[in-house]
Nanobody, 122 residues
Framework: QVKLVESGGRSVQAGASLRLSCAAS????????MGWFRQPAGKAREFVGA????????LYADSVKGRFTISRDNAKKMVYLQMNSLKPEDTAVYYC???????????????WGQGTQVTVSS
């Protein structure tokens, strides 16, 4: 069993940077690939990015490539989403998720956090 808790979401102006954190707990938490997804109000959940269990491989959605960076610290059981050059269209609830591999579909992940709201105003 893995429990995930996101933090760091808040309201910012367009062009700002923000770092989201995801704290994982559970004996095997560090052995899971981690993904970040987001869900704008009234829309479907969408893939943001993912990182392999060892941090050696990352994958990003085209919409965030070059602006967002995922990293992890397995010793601390933490995963981060660094978001730069934020745009109003990045406004959403952001979720971290844990799964056996770093895929881009929600069904590939077994465990989910409760989400943290990011609002970007123009």
């Amino acid at each position: 069993q893995v429990k995930l808790v996101e933090s760091g979401g808040r309201s910012v102006q367009a062009g700002a940077s923000l770092r989201l954190s995801c704290a994982a707990s559970g004996r095997s938490a560090s052995s899971y690939a981690m993904g970040w997804f987001r869900q704008p109000a009234g829309k479907a959940r969408e893939f943001v990015g993912a990182i392999s269990w060892d941090g050696k491989s990352t994958l990003y959605a085209d919409s965030v490539k070059g602006r967002f960076t995922i990293s992890r610290d397995n010793a601390k059981k933490m995963v981060y989403l660094q978001m730069n050059s934020l745009k109003p269209e990045d406004t959403a609830v952001y979720y971290c998720a844990a799964g056996p591999r770093s895929g881009s579909y929600p069904h590939e992940y077994q465990y989910w956090g409760q989400g943290t709201q990011v609002t970007v105003s123009s």
